[in-house]
């Protein structure tokens, strides 16, 4: 498994990720093997959130691994917090809170990666930027981000933290590939062409802000999955021709286009099943062409101007 470095930090972490979002309807058992496979495939990041099951994933993932300091070396734990029933909350109230309450869940003293979830327009940068110094200080987060938000956004944050801003988590799969679009469609009137997320990409790789990628095998926005889909016939046909050549699934393919590009994403994935997380793992050993990634680009429906 390949190893990245998170941001402008001395976090390094293996390029996949597992997101455990769905953790909360596993057994204990099932659970372990989860984590535990994971693990024997060199992925060692686990992306959590507060409203993960209403918090239970978090419960389950550290009680299916009777979680103790001798694991806890061995993985690297980020959660997200902000989302709240109807609205989001970016209070330092809230943002303390929620670290306090996933610190519990996960039996653990500390996270690696805190992670503002999606962007709360009533939030006052001053009350963030207490929140994260506390935390800090306590040595209860040692690495901070955001999730789902535009150059802007991030610029009116870190104006005020004092914190390096290492990551944002994105949507971003072969199916979704509007910060790509707009880069190839400059100056042209047609929809690709229309910046959406204030270049997004551009920014983060100048500014050395690691985009983890989240549902990289939906489309739309929790429409379902491409891979297999009858809708997407030459998609999955030019992916299950290079899987079939590379000897992956196309499962893998598709977390190895996300990761060809230089911009150096991390993928978060969110099976629960122990043979397609091995498999998906395998993504980092494989290196697709450049022919081959604008091929399975195309196949997706884009057109090159």
């Keep these: ?181 707009t880069g190839f469609n400059v100056n042209m009137t047609i929809d690709p062409s229309l910046d959406r997320d204030g270049g997004i990409l551009e920014y983060s790789r100048l500014n050395n802000m690691t985009i983890q990628a989240w549902s990289p095998f939906q489309f739309g926005f929790f429409e379902g999955v491409f891979l297999d889909n009858d809708k997407f016939p030459e998609l999955n046909k030019t992916i299950d021709k290079i899987a079939a050549d590379k000897g992956v699934t196309n499962s893998a393919i598709a977390v190895a286009w996300i990761q060809r590009h230089p911009a150096s994403f991390q993928t978060v994935v969110g099976t629960m099943n122990p043979g397609r997380i091995a498999d998906i793992a395998k993504a980092s050993d494989v290196t697709l062409s450049r022919e081959e990634w604008y091929e399975i680009y195309r196949a997706a429906g884009n057109q090159l101007p």
């Design 1 to 181: 498994m390949k190893r990245i470095t998170i941001g402008n930090s001395a976090l390094t972490a293996s390029e996949i990720s597992l997101g455990c979002m769905r953790m909360a309807d596993l057994s204990k058992e099932d659970a372990n093997k989860v984590i535990n496979t994971a693990l024997e495939n060199g992925i060692d990041f686990f992306d959590h959130a507060d409203i993960y099951g209403g918090g239970k994933s978090e419960e389950v993932f550290a009680d299916a691994i009777d979680m103790n300091a001798t694991i806890r070396e061995k993985m690297i734990l980020q959660s997200k917090c902000g989302i709240r029933q109807g609205f989001f909350d970016f209070s330092k109230e809230h943002i303390i809170s929620s670290v306090e309450g996933s610190l519990k869940r996960l039996k653990t003293d500390y996270l690696d990666t805190l992670l503002l979830h999606r962007p709360d327009t009533l939030f006052e940068p001053e009350e963030v930027a207490a929140a994260f110094t506390e935390l800090e200080k306590s040595g209860k987060v040692r690495h901070f981000g955001v999730s789902n938000q535009n150059p802007g956004q991030i610029e009116l944050l870190k104006k005020y933290v004092d914190q390096e801003l290492i990551a944002n988590q994105l949507q971003f799969s072969i199916m979704h590939t509007g910060m790509i679009d």
